[in-house]
């Protein structure tokens, strides 16, 4: 004669949530997680540390690496951008030729860090791409202004050359629309390129 077998199973919790019952288990570590912990993975369910160690193994580049991508797209967008603003090529062609531009920079970049992988290099390529070229596009704006300047004060007969009023350039920069546009796809694809890297 049996007895009803009393509830002899323990009740199992999430370990990042103990309020949560699961009976969930990471496949590699196998720790105790709750559906929101659990992350879907080619190879089964994972908690999120064991995820992120794969990632680590996975991610090889050195914060060398880190410094040369930056410079590389901060440097080639901030050219690219002071050309764009100075020849004032009509939108459309900017923003066809943004995109083969973008491509080529995010691959120099590539390149330059022997296409190592790094968990930031995406944000930092497109962080550096943004900021060098809104640079170039000051350096251009700043220059042009300043020769503008030059040549009013020559032909006033005046020596002294007063400094650039900066708000002029910051909106030289924000009126140019074709900057802006190269700008801002060159990041898309510096961006993507890191992403969607072969
Ligand atoms: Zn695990
Ligand atoms: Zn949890």
Redesign the pocket.
């Known amino acids: 004669m049996s007895m009803p077998a009393p509830t002899t199973e323990e009740l199992t919790f999430c370990e990042v949530h103990p309020d949560r019952e699961t009976s969930l288990r ?1 496949n ?2 196998g ?1 105790l997680m709750c559906v929101e912990c659990a992350v879907p993975t080619p190879v089964g369910y ?2 999120k ?2 995820v992120r160690q794969h990632e680590d193994k996975f991610f090889n580049a050195s914060p060398n690496d880190y410094a040369i991508i930056a410079a590389v797209c901060a440097a080639l967008t901030g050219v690219g951008a002071f050309i764009i603003s100075a020849i004032g090529i009509w939108l459309i062609l900017t923003i066809i030729a943004a995109i083969p531009i973008g491509g080529a920079i995010g691959e120099a970049a590539l390149r330059a860090t022997g296409r190592r992988r790094g968990r930031y290099s995406a944000q930092i390529a497109g962080a550096a791409a943004l900021l060098g070229g809104l640079l170039g596009g000051v350096i251009h704006a700043y220059s042009a202004i300043q020769q503008a300047l030059n040549v009013a004060i020559t032909q006033l007969g005046q020596q002294a050359v007063p400094p650039v009023p900066i708000e002029m350039v910051v909106n030289a920069v924000v009126q140019d629309i074709g900057l802006l546009v190269f700008v801002g796809m060159v990041t898309f694809f510096v961006y993507s390129r890191f992403k969607m890297r072969g």
Do not use: A, V
Request: hydrophobic share 0%; net charge positive.
């Open positions: 990471c590699k570590c720790r994972r908690c540390q064991c």
